[in-house]
Each structure stands twice: as C-alpha cells, then as structure tokens.
Nanobody, 127 residues
Framework: QVQLVESGGGLVQAGGSLRLSCAAS????????MGWFRQAPGKEREFVAA????????YYADSVKGRFTISRDNAKNTLYLQMNSLKPEDTAVYYC????????????????????WGQGTQVTVSS
C-alpha cells in the first residue's frame, strides 16, 4: 500500500518561503516519478511541478517557474518543494502525487499522470 504524507504547509506573508515535504512508503520510492499539485477553493486541482524517477528532469507550471524548486532524496524516500517569493495566488492545498509506472521517461503533467495521492497540506499566503 503506497502512502504519501505531506508536511511543511502553513501561513506565510507574501514574498516569504516555505518548504514542503512528502514522505513516501509502501514501495521503492526511487523507481517512480513524483509530482506536486495544488487546489484552491472553487478551482480544479492543477499541476505545480514534477520530477522523474532519477531526478534528472524536472517540470514546472509557468505560474511557479523560477520561484519553486522540486527535488527528491531517494535515500530518504522523500519529495520536496521549495517555494520562494510566495504570492497570495499560491494559496491552496498542496498535494504530493506518485506515478504508478516505474522508470517512466516522460512525465505526464496532469492529474491523469499520477495514481497515488497524499492528503494535502494547506499553504496560505497573506498579502
């Protein structure tokens, strides 16, 4: 049973930073692509960032490019999202997601590309 547990969310002022973590268990973490998505009230869940199983390739939504950095530590079974220069429009519940196909070469940057999901962590950015 794959489990994903996010942490690190909270309340921050605009321009501030937060680092989200996602602890994975239940299978070999390093074989699978991982991603971060977010969902604001009244909106659909949207792609934020993704990383291949090896960590060699990363993908970002245009809205976060240059401000957010996704990374992974396969030895610690943990995914990270470093968020800098936060804006009020970044306010959302952030979800960690995992692919179900091992060693996928090209990440599908939509919710359809990920099979396992965490419970989410709230990020609130005040103006």
């Amino acid at each position: 049973q794959v489990q994903l547990v996010e942490s690190g969310g909270g309340l921050v002022q605009a321009g501030g930073s937060l680092r989200l973590s996602c602890a994975a268990s239940g299978r070999t973490f390093g074989y699978y692509a991982m991603g971060w998505f977010r969902q604001a009230p009244g909106k659909e869940r949207e792609f934020v960032a993704a990383i291949t199983w090896s960590g060699r390739s990363t993908y970002y939504a245009d809205s976060v490019k240059g401000r957010f950095t996704i990374s992974r530590d396969n030895a610690k079974n943990t995914l990270y999202l470093q968020m800098n220069s936060l804006k009020p429009e970044d306010t959302a519940v952030y979800y960690c997601a995992a692919d179900q196909e091992a060693y996928r070469k090209v990440v599908v940057t939509t919710t359809l590309g990920f099979h396992y999901w965490g419970q989410g962590t709230q990020v609130t950015v005040s103006s």
